[in-house]
Nanobody
Framework: QVKLMESGGGSVEAGGFLRLSCSGP????????MAWFRQAPGKGREEVAR???????SYGDFVKGRFTISRETANNTLYLEMNTLKPEDSALYSC????????????????WGQGTQVTVSS
């Protein structure tokens, strides 16, 4: 059963823009944190950004002001706007939902989407 679904990936040139979206039954009003992760071939998975239930946001150091995470609580949709994309941003981007706020919260992310591919050419 697919619990989270991402969309919006694609191929762009360096300096370009993409907006990723994530929604699904795995993202509920009880979810404490939602996050974007990415993994490039041959590299480990890294956290791109997260937003918690209270709206607190954090970004990976490599983002450097280029990406913006946001959410639409009315329909439990998560977004990632990516500006000034670089070839090194090429990766499979996945969204993930943490535990509910009343049980472990942002300690971990047990629910994942299948990911959407982002490819940035130089």
């Amino acid at each position: 059963q697919v619990k989270l679904m991402e969309s919006g990936g694609g191929s762009v040139e360096a300096g370009g823009f993409l907006r990723l979206s994530c929604s699904g039954p795995g993202y509920t009003s009880d979810t404490d944190c939602m996050a974007w992760f990415r993994q490039a071939p041959g590299k480990g998975r890294e956290e791109v950004a997260r937003i918690n239930r209270g709206g607190l946001i954090s970004y990976g150091d490599f983002v450097k002001g280029r990406f913006t995470i946001s959410r639409e609580t009315a329909n439990n949709t998560l977004y990632l706007e990516m500006n000034t994309l670089k070839p090194e941003d090429s990766a499979l981007y996945s969204c993930a939902a943490s535990f509910p706020f009343y049980y472990r919260g942002c300690e971990g992310f047990p629910t994942w989407g299948q990911g959407t591919q982002v490819t940035v050419s130089s």
